[in-house]
């Protein structure tokens, strides 16, 4: 079942792709920070380092499905939400233009929860007519990832086509797991010191005993401060994002207190309790096994990889469900 990777990132989406027995042959991501990563952890996979703008679809092999997680920051909450306006919404375009000329049995795109905001109706539903003048029959649907084995609140919106040649009928959510993870069960039984970053967040390197345990140091902004950032051990984690300076904060830490509307404070004599999750905890709560090592110079680096990356268990719950399918029609 052999499949090809756009946007890859760190490869959270297609490790869990082959969790479920996919061979992702060929990948393409542009950011030089990643390659060593990606490079590393997925020696079985060919990567393409150029622009995607820059590749013919001849040029990407033979493939029954094609995966990917198209640039969100345009689409993001957080961001200038300026969706399809900005060049990396358009990204989406060349993704298409891909799929098209390709026509794998299905494809699989996720991207943030903003691109159902309401500003953005017009032209997310031109990209999804896209998608079906591309050949697809196609679903979409808002999850949450810590209903699919995932220690953390964290929505997406996953796109997936199914083939019209092949299929009759789209892609349905696989059933959500009864059980949901907490932070005990992700990093319970991590060391809960970890080392801070070197001079200006630089990583410690081969010094961590543990790869990857080591966090961000530095102040917390206003905004940062505006709201809770601890979560209990019993609880999912909050959203990991990509920027270090917002991870959230470890629960060995009592809950902020509330001074004012939109004002948090550490509980007093307790500041030293305060730090944010290092890049292995936020990897667990991503659930990418240890084996997965992240390579970077600067802390913020690894954070960015971590959070821009779809959850791995997510990813297999998806593609269980896409194998099972496929199967079904004889089509693996």
Not at 101 to 116: H, R
Request: charged fraction near 25%; charge should be positive; aromatic fraction near 10%.
């Amino acid at each position: 079942m052999k499949i090809v990777s756009l946007f890859a990132g760190a490869g959270g989406l297609d490790l869990g792709f082959k969790n479920a027995g996919f061979d992702v042959v060929w990948a393409n991501e542009y950011d030089r920070e990643i390659w060593e990563t990606y490079e590393k952890n997925h020696p079985g996979t060919t990567l393409d380092k150029r622009s995607i703008t820059e590749i013919k679809s001849e040029e990407i092999p033979d493939c029954i499905g094609i995966i990917g997680g198209p640039p969100c920051q345009s689409w993001s909450e957080a961001g200038a939400s300026r969706g399809i306006k900005d060049h990396r919404g358009q990204l989406f375009f060349d993704f298409i233009r891909i799929l098209k000329e390709k026509k794998p049995l299905f494809f699989l795109a996720e991207n943030v929860s903003g691109i159902l905001f309401k500003r953005h109706n017009e032209a997310f539903q031109f990209l999804i007519e896209l998608f079906e003048d591309a050949g697809f029959i196609v679903s979409k649907n808002l999850v949450n990832a810590k209903n699919y084995g995932v220690p953390q609140d964290r929505k997406r919106v996953i796109i997936v086509g199914y083939n019209k040649s092949c299929f009759d009928k789209p892609f349905e959510l696989p059933p959500q797991n009864k059980k949901i993870p907490v932070l005990k069960d992700a990093i319970g039984d991590l060391p809960a010191e970890a080392l801070p970053g070197i001079g200006k967040n630089h990583a410690n390197g081969k010094n961590c005993g543990i790869a990857n345990h080591e966090y961000l140091t530095g102040g917390f902004s206003s905004i940062f401060m505006s709201r809770n950032r601890v979560r209990s051990w019993d609880e999912p984690s909050f959203t990991i994002q990509a920027g270090g300076r917002h991870a959230p904060l470890h629960p060995k830490a009592p809950k902020m207190e509330a001074v004012e509307k939109d004002v948090r404070r550490f509980v007093a004599g307790k500041e030293s309790l305060y730090r944010r999750l290092s890049i292995r905890e936020c990897a667990r709560v991503q659930t990418f096994p240890d084996t997965f090592t992240f390579y970077y110079n600067r802390i913020a680096s690894g954070y960015k990889m971590v959070g821009n990356a779809v959850p791995v268990k997510l990813a297999e719950a998806l593609a269980l469900k896409i194998r099972d399918d496929l199967k079904i029609r004889g089509l693996a």
